[in-house]
């Protein structure tokens, strides 16, 4: 039976609905066969009778040719509708697909240029390879200019509906993944010019991701943390009130890659990154899709609680990348797989690790920096785990080339760690001719991790804690070292990071171990052994045996001396659970479970020492099946448990063990003992170096002699355990006291500096607007009243103050850029003999005016300064004329040059009224003005000033004085332009 026309549009519709639904499910074959089936049922003449419907199913199976591998068919089909596209409009929207396409396809220079010229077809022109200097200047006024809306601003602006703007945007916002990749500068200019559209124009359902974009450079190029992250919210906020889905999986993959950490944990930014996939893959964008795997499995790498774990989510996202037909992004995947099996294994082969290099060679020559710098960091984390600093250090400093292109990515922060952790390991173990590192290198390193650890402390600050540590170490600083060990595993723990604690476990153990604590290092070793174990790293576990042979047979780990009824994972699952605890309750609640499940004992009590008395912490009975957490003395137990044989233990710091304590040994005529009649008893003391930290004592009432040795060797390591928890425990409060402290403190601080600068920004705004138009109008004024005698005199008083205050002005405006480090410096070679010379001779006037003899006592030749010559010159104008002010009739002020070999110093020296010494600091700070100087009509900045701008050549200012009506000098030096031999 024929077919008649409108059964074929139903057919039509109903294969591409079809095909629609199987994209969605991931069928990429099927949905290709839909399509095809769809097109077969349209029209002949298609592209007049039906053009959206026919421009809509064949863009739909071309993208599906490409998904299914037949890139060719694709473009053919791409090339097919251009020709058939109505307007520009049209065309755009054909480019914005096959940009997703080369995007997913990791032809990223074929869709930036594809866009670039698109974008130009509707009015935006951009070039391909913007330089550096130029996007960073574009940034700068950005930020500039916008540094004072507030978030709301931006939420309320009004929606754009002009179609040819949405659509610039589209394919401007397609672009940003691409260039992320190849050019940090382009990725740069295309956000500025994205976020102008905005503010131009208003919001539509593409603004969300254009406002992370905006984010990204706030965290990236500005270390503006929080504010990225508020940005990050105002998309997800506003992406749910505009209810846009098309590019929602772009948005969360954006707010889990770059800006959730620095308000949230890290295993919220890949729970994000988790959406991203599932919304990209449903909406289609698989350019989105693939990049969120990528940085999904990042995250994993980094929070992931054991290798096996991690080994799982490579596989699963591997077979998602090969099932998308993603060729690039797979191998950073394949390389965290490889890393995960190669520690899950017992025996490490050289030949296959090197062999496995070339797996990796083609992501390599595909040139993708992010790609390659966790290809790096794997492979510095891997070394510097089994101790070959050499090589890890080598990883790490190519790593270090190329992180910069993953702008305001999470492994910037992760490289920064292993890179510091590998140099501060060769430093310390003097190993081969690196042994010299300079220490300022990793001081650099440990300053940004601080800058982190102050913004987002619940995923930075156990490492900066560590690196300190280190830093310490190798510096010989031991008081400090001993204090930031502990930290550092306490805030590792708490925070869930797995590997990182064992990292600090064992560096702490080296580190007790190295000056002669041999307790506590073991103890740390013994705790980083437990703790690699349990992350599933079989291989350094093993590596860790043959180095601690000693510590590590204590526990079980020597199979001759194994425990022959426990089970070693048994021990250490029990040992790790104590201590991933750090709240005082929990970790009672938690001991007492592990020593009744594991003794079978019907009574159980920890004893702590508040000021030396002790108290029943926690307590079980197993009449009642509960535990108590309490702090009640210890007298008060009397009828509970035997409070004698706990006085012993506690005066001897040894263990008691009756086997059966009614019947034999010392204890039997005992109050307690005669009423209760226990059968099989143990007391044991948990200590910590040799110092008691509590007491634990169980008793079984049903069986003699039920404490066998296998159950005590068990017993022992939960007390070893416990005593680190223990100590953790108050470590951590402290801590945590100390921490919420200092942000209260820091807060208060920002807050009232921010009211400060926003008071002065608005009253200096306030008094310059009706200020401007006095000034303008003064010299008129003062024509006409040129003859009145009285009024003139008036006017030029008024002159001379309005003058004042508009210096005052200009000196609070300056102030505020020099802070705000909006203040560009045109830093040049000059000759600073010259400099000097004219700024006396501009001065010379005021001196001669005051009777103070102005003398300039350089003498050449002075070497070339690299300094930015009109704020250099402000600065000598204000220190020669301060000293001019200062000085009395007949006095002087002399102006010399001092030149050593990387510096000069210029003196400003006069026989003025001269500063007290315990002065001589405040005077350069803001708004402070020394007695003799409060009659002076000044903004009490000048000072403030010169030293921003002297600091900001890389120099410094100082003042010396012996006291009152000794005159004073004012120093500054700057360093001399090296020339190169």
Known sequence: KPIIQHERHEYAKTYFLAGKNAKMASAYAEARKYFRECINFLPTDCWESEYEFSQTTYSEL????????????????????????????????????????????????????????????????????PNRFYAILQILLLKHKYRNKPIEYFNNLPTLK????????????????????????????????????????????????IYNAYATILVGAFSRYRQGYDFGKLSLDLMKRTNDQNKSGLVYMQDGAFLTRWGERLIDAKRYLDQAIDLSIKMGDFATATSSIGFRFFFAYLVCQTLEELSEECEKDIKLQNQMNDITIIHGTMCGREFALRFM???????????????????????????KTFIHLARNTHNYLLGNLERALSHAEECDKIVRANFAAAIIQEHNFLYALSLLGITKNNQSDRRNIKSSKIKKLIKKHKQWADIAPQNYLHQYLLMCAEFARVRNENDDAKKLYPLAVSEAINNEFVRDSAIAKECAGEYFLSIGEIEQGREYIIDAYDTYTRWGAKLKAKQM????????????????????????????????????????????????????????????FLITFDNQIPKVSAHYDSSTDNILTTMSPLETHSMDLCIPIVNLVRRMKTDIILENASQNGDYTKDEYVMKAQPKSLLCSPILRQNNLQAILYIENNELTNAFKPEIIGLLKTLCSQAAISLENVHLYANLKKEIDFRKRSETKVKNILNQKTDFINHVGHDLRTPLTPIINLLPTLKKHVAKNKDASQALEIIIKNTDTLNNILKEMFMFLNLQSGFTVFDMKPEDIEKIISDVVAICSESAAEKKVKLINKIKGPIPKVNLDIMQIEDVLKRLITNGISFTNRGGSVAVSIKVNSDKIIVAIEDTGIGIAKNNLEKIFNEFYKTDYARHEHTSGLGLTICRKVINAHGGKIWAESEGDQKGTMIKFELPVVKIKE
């Open 62 to 129: 071309a993208e599906s040719e490409f998904i299914n591998n037949n890139p060719k068919e694709g473009e053919r089909i791409f090339n097919m509708i251009e020709k058939n596209v109505k307007d520009t409009l049209d065309l755009a929207n054909v480019h914005h697909r096959k940009i997703n396409i080369y995007t997913h396809e990791n032809r990223f220079k074929d869709a930036i240029c594809l866009g670039i010229n698109s974008a130009g077809l509707l009015g935006v022109k951009l070039s391909q390879k």
């Open 345 to 371: 294994e017992t025996e490490q082969d050289e030949h296959h690790y090197e062999a496995n290099d070339e797996i990796f060679k083609e992501s390599f020559a595909d040139d993708i920096p992010p790609i």
């Open 162 to 209: 002009e179609k040819r703007v949405i659509l610039v945007e589209n394919l401007l916002t397609d672009l940003l993944y691409p260039s992320y990749q190849i050019d940090i500068n382009l990725y740069q200019i295309i956000i500025v010019v994205l976020f102008k559209l905005i503010i131009k124009h208003g919001n539509t359902g593409i603004s969300p991701p």
């Open 545 to 604: 045996t043959e180095t601690y042979p000693a510590f590590l047979s204590e526990i079980g780990i020597d199979q001759k001396n194994k425990m022959s009824t426990l089970d070693l994972n048994s021990i250490i699952q029990a040992s790790q659970s104590i201590s991933m605890v750090l709240e005082l309750p929990k970790l009672l609640d938690k001991l007492i479970r592990l020593v009744v499940e594991s003794s079978g004992a019907q009574k159980a």
